[in-house]
């Protein structure tokens, strides 16, 4: 017995609900994924706030249908789909998907959606290349502190080089 007309429509309801405060969707074909790798696989995208939905394709359609920056999804509506809505870093969770896919090789992933733009499976791994947050924050807070540094000597070395040139003409004078 299937899901009823209501249940339909509360899914729907909730779908666009997710997605308002989503950043970026992946669509991932995740046939022949057992329950317990599907759960292994929510367990690891957990900290990045992504949550793995596993909805019928007509639903998640009509969930996007008029949302101009989930639109694009629409292509990948084919097969057995499981959505990977990331609400928190976008770079874990797609390192988080790529780790269980190595261990798995179960899954496929088909696309994805960002800022109302279809990506690619090679601009989504693109994405899981990059540094994460944390390291691109300390990248940039050490060459803030490297020009901070850099201007400090120069600013200190102005009166160190007048004295050594004062006691230099002074000595001169004095020989």
Do not use: H
């Amino acid at each position: 017995m299937g899901r009823t007309y209501a249940d339909k429509q509360g899914l729907v309801t909730e779908l666009k609900e997710s997605l308002v405060s989503t950043q970026m969707a992946l669509i991932v074909d995740y046939q022949g994924l057992t329950v317990s790798e599907i759960s292994s696989l929510r367990r690891q995208l957990r900290p990045s706030q992504t949550r793995c939905v596993v909805a019928k394709n007509t639903l998640m359609n009509i969930a996007v249908d008029g949302n101009q920056t989930w639109e694009p999804m629409t292509k990948f509506l084919a097969g057995t789909n499981a959505f990977l809505l990331v609400q928190g870093d976008v770079g874990a969770a797609v390192k988080a998907y790529q780790e269980f896919q190595r261990t798995s090789k179960k899954t496929e992933l088909r696309g994805g959606v960002m800022d109302g733009q279809a990506l690619t499976p090679d601009q989504i791994k693109a994405i899981g290349d990059l540094p994460s947050k944390e390291v691109l924050i300390a990248q940039v807070a050490g060459a803030i502190n490297g020009v901070a540094t850099k201007l400090a000597v120069g600013i200190k070395e102005v009166p160190n080089s007048l004295a050594r040139a004062i006691k230099a003409v002074s000595e001169k004078e004095a020989a």
